[in-house]
């Protein structure tokens, strides 16, 4: 068959690279792609948002399967245009997208379903949600309703920072509309945890749990990013744990959105955080999580195609299940000088060769382009450095000692990665 993917970071050459591997897949497109799928697919000079010519380009070369990575081209509803002219496409419709891309959509559907999540309240007028914060004081929560990156969430430990954020969203509109409404809601500790499903609206297939970070400096330290390194499987989430997550969040999520007349096909990501009173819901994503996927993806032993086949066809029966191998697998993101702000590009990519045919060791791009036969920066996240190991302690030995040799001008990372479940002392670096 022909499959088309849509992105052009970490997570699409993550899935590009599994796909590529399927016997089933005989021509592989990715738009727009980067230098580093460019090995492995077709490059189709579409962005992802341009859905148009996107579903055009699909027709036109026979596309049998179409699966999307960003929330960008979910929201504007790529789905529905596929769907529209009969192309077949793995994701959610625009109006069930809305999970990700309102964020008081996902508030107002968790508390009629009776979903885990943290106390609420909406507003429109800074002025009434100012009043509310001085009311109930910090720490708090400030969310932008709508898509930010990842960067529409100010987690408020002073009634000042809380205010400051208020302002920021609704008044001085830093996201624009996106920031026109806002959820402000009670702050949550504990671990926080990813858990992704494939479904077609009714089975729910889970992939392993994973751990992202989403802050940019070791020990949690930072401005928030789109996710500085991921692991899989997580050792926080047992098989109960596992099993009442999916039985109290992930189903109720997809029987309430299917009663709301939105039934969800594509992959349901719920970002939880574990309190002491069990596990709350903070946010909703309808794709796949990045960099979580680049660290899940390699302990896939099934194929994929026939999965994301039954879910688009609504056939994802009880039957159809992932086959994980033991181990364990870590992704360290190579970042940008000045990520998640204003960053530069076109930096040279050194010592890539030395890591590309070690065992246990795959380099996902993000942000590259190839220009001859050098790649250079092209993007805040850059690369990913994914390692497989009997446990994760060595999986993130062979990441860490794979980055070595790899830099580009202005490089930054994490050296921490995985520091919560190896229980290591938080490093200062
Ligand atoms: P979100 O934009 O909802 O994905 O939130 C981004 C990040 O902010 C999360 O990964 C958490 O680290 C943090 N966060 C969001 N909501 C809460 C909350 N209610 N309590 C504590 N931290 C939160
Ligand atoms: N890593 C979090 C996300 O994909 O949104």
């Not at 990156?149 to 996106?178: C, N, P, W, Y």
Request: hydrophobic share 40%.
């Amino acid at each position: 068959m022909r499959v088309l993917v849509v992105g052009g970071g970490g997570r699409e050459h993550a899935l590009v690279w599994k796909l590529s591997q399927s016997p089933e897949v005989r021509q592989l497109f990715c738009a727009p792609g980067n230098g580093g799928i460019a090995d492995l697919a077709e490059l189709v000079d579409i962005g992802a948002e341009d859905i148009e010519t996107l579903a055009e380009f699909a027709e036109q070369k026979d596309v049998d399967l179409t699966i999307v990575g960003p929330e960008g081209a979910l929201a504007k509803g790529i789905v529905d245009i596929f769907e529209k002219r009969g192309l077949r496409i793995f994701g959610p419709t625009k109006a069930a997208a809305r999970l990700e891309s309102s964020k008081i959509f996902a508030k107002h559907l968790m508390k009629k379903y009776h979903i885990p999540t943290a106390q609420f309240a909406v507003f429109d007028d800074p002025q009434a949600a100012r009043a509310y914060v001085r009311q109930v004081g910090s720490p708090i929560v400030v969310k932008a309703d709508g898509l930010c990156g990842g960067k529409g969430t100010i987690v408020a430990h002073t009634l000042s920072e809380a205010l400051g954020a208020i302002d920021l969203l609704m008044e001085d509109r830093i996201f624009k509309q996106a920031g026109e409404r806002v959820v402000i809601e009670e702050r949550l500790i504990g671990e926080e945890v990813s858990f992704m499903v494939m479904t077609d609206g009714l089975t729910a297939l889970p992939l392993l749990l994973a751990q992202d970070h989403k802050r940019l400096h070791d020990g949690d330290k930072g401005p928030n990013t789109g996710g500085m390194g991921a692991y899989a499987p997580t050792p926080v989430v047992d098989a109960t744990l596992a099993t009442q997550i999916l039985e109290q969040v992930v189903m109720p999520t997809l029987r309430g959105l299917a009663a709301e007349g939105l039934p969800f096909k594509g992959v349901l990501y719920v970002g939880l955080i574990l309190t002491s009173d069990g596990p709350r819901v903070l946010e909703y994503n309808v794709r796949f999580g990045d960099p979580e996927i680049q660290g899940i993806l390699p302990l896939l032993e099934s194929d994929l195609v026939p999965i994301l086949d039954e879910a688009v066809e609504g056939r994802l029966s009880g039957t159809t299940t992932c086959r994980w191998r033991a181990g364990n697998c870590a992704c360290v993101v190579l970042a940008s000088a000045g990520y998640p702000g204003d960053f530069q590009i076109g930096k040279e990519i050194r010592g890539l060769e030395s890591g590309a045919h070690q065992s246990g060791l795959l380099v996902f791009h993000a942000g590259t382009k190839k220009e001859q036969k050098r790649y250079v920066s092209w993007g805040g996240r850059v690369l990913n450095i994914v390692g497989l190991g009997e446990d994760l302690e060595t999986a993130l030995k062979r990441v860490y000692e794979a980055i070595g040799p790899i830099g580009f001008d202005g490089m930054i990372y994490r050296k921490d990665i995985g520091f919560r479940a190896l229980k290591k002392p938080v490093s200062q670096s």
